[in-house]
């Protein structure tokens, strides 16, 4: 990657970003975490046409959270330098995002939709989405490492295999009825930015060489 280019780059991704996420939160916080018309919509729907679809969401929200997303993260910290530093970087980038996180939804503290539409059972405050927040982080970190590694067609479609993922565990929050779609808005952008602003930093670890590939039969002492 040109570094000359990954700040701005970053600064035009993560603006937009931020500033939508902090019109958001203000907006969540005017309303004294009411919901929005477009959340009771959404909410409606979703619970009006989630039958039979209860334990595939729980399925595949239980790797929103937990093992999972730091294990893609670290699968990606290596995809993208071949080394331990990288790995620890990636997990680092993933960890302080989960701060700022939970910082952000202990200060807006909004209530999450009624229970009584729960697939699943949920803690804490609703906004923004942890599992939308967390998924989005470690699938970008991944998709970001694919690309870098495989720049090529197949690193493209494992890229947006790693986003699907991230986008399928956000919207399983709707699908078991534990959060408002805003929920899960407000956790794409906070990824989106955090992401823009760290990426090229991780851009900077230098790439550990690829060693020599010597032909078979100069491996084995026994031949030549």
């Known amino acids: ?20 996420l902090a019109v958001l939160t203000a907006l969540v916080l005017a309303r004294s975490g009411t919901p929005f018309a477009v959340d009771t919509a959404v909410r409606d729907v979703a619970l009006n046409h989630r039958a039979g679809l209860g334990p595939a969401a ?43 996180r939970i910082g952000l939804r202990v200060a807006v503290d909004r ?4 229970a009584d539409g729960w697939l699943s ?9 942890g599992h939308a927040t967390t998924s989005a982080l470690a699938g ?3 998709a970001w490492a694919l690309l870098r590694r495989c720049p090529g067609g197949p690193g493209r479609a494992a890229a947006g295999c790693a986003l699907l993922w991230a986008v399928g565990v956000a919207l399983t929050r709707v699908v078991l009825g534990v959060h408002w779609a805003s929920d ?9 930015g955090w ?23 100069r491996r084995n002492p026994r031949i030549g």
């Open 58 to 100: 729980k399925a595949l929200t239980s790797t929103g959270t937990g093992v999972v997303p730091y294990l893609l993260a670290g699968v990606a910290g290596w995809l993208a330098s071949g080394r331990a530093l990288g790995v620890v970087a990636a997990e680092a980038v993933l960890g302080a995002g989960q701060l700022v």
């Open 111 to 114: 209530p999450r939709p009624p």
């Open 1 to 20: 990657m040109n570094r000359r280019r990954a700040v701005p780059v970053a600064v035009v991704v993560a603006a937009p970003a931020l500033i939508a």
């Open 195 to 217: 992401l823009a602003l760290t990426l090229p930093v991780l851009a900077r670890f230098p790439e550990r060489p690829a060693l020599p590939v010597r032909p078979w039969w």
């Open 140 to 142: 970008g970190l991944l």
């Open 121 to 129: 059972a949920a803690h804490g405050a609703s906004f923004p989405s």
């Open 184 to 192: 899960l808005v407000g956790g794409w952008l906070l990824a989106t």
